[in-house]
């Protein structure tokens, strides 16, 4: 069955370090690739998305994300985290069908 | 630029009652879906729409049911209603790109359904 993962459930860091969550997915077929964020009391928002090409996508916010797909992987990285991304991250699959993670709350410390 | 729109924002109804959540698309999108979020859980998608046709259909309980209109809007019909329905509705729509059923999903702020 088709699938993402997170692994990391929760993120604790410190303003200004260096963030990386993981998204892995199970499926052998084409896929297009997204991450969203929750801010407290919001709706998701799209933050960055994979169709085709350049396999490092640039998103808003300086955020940025990988599709390595011999690793089936879509991981989202952000070079210097501050307090304002507190929020939880999602990493959504689509195939024929759209599949969301199981999400990563991430709390930056000020 | 115009969004998703939900109506209500917020809701309040009593165990059995039931409740009707609207959504209207971003003009020109011909995909709805509807998910929802309990308290500090993650959104559980619940059922999808394109072109008018149930599209793909997720853990959306017997005692809800869905349509897409003429308009695109959709409606989430929800019967019988269990403090456990107590959750954030989110909508979101989509242009179906490439012929394939599903593309970016813009999401609406939400309806805070409250059953007491």
């Known amino acids: 069955a088709q699938s993402v993962s997170q692994h990391n459930h929760h993120v604790i860091l410190s303003e200004a370090a260096s963030l990386e969550l993981g998204c892995n997915y199970s499926y052998g077929g084409t896929v297009n690739l997204f991450w969203y964020v929750q801010y407290p009391g919001q709706h998701l928002q799209l933050l960055l998305k994979y169709f085709s090409g350049d396999p490092l996508v640039k998103g808003i916010k300086g955020f940025e994300a990988e599709f390595i797909k011999s690793k089936f992987s879509f991981n989202l990285r952000k070079p210097s985290v501050q307090w304002s991304d507190t929020a939880e991250y999602f990493c959504?699959?689509?195939?024929?069908?759209?599949?969301f993670g199981t999400g990563t709350r991430l709390k930056v410390l000020a | 630029a115009a969004g998703v729109i939900q109506s209500p924002r917020h809701l309040i109804k009593e165990k059995r009652e039931t409740a009707t959540l609207k959504c209207y698309p971003i003009p020109r999108h011909d995909t709805v879906y509807w998910y929802q979020q309990g308290p500090g859980q993650d959104p559980q998608f619940l059922i999808s729409f394109y072109e008018k046709m149930q599209s793909d259909k997720g853990s959306i309980p017997d005692r809800f049911s869905a349509q897409q209109f003429s308009d695109y809007h959709s409606e989430l019909n929800m019967s019988s209603l269990e403090l456990g329905d107590s959750a954030l509705y989110f909508c979101a729509s989509s242009l179906a790109h490439r012929g394939r059923l599903t593309y970016e999903q813009y999401f609406g702020p939400g309806t805070r359904l409250t059953v007491t």
């Open positions: 959504a699959v689509e195939t024929y069908k759209y599949i």
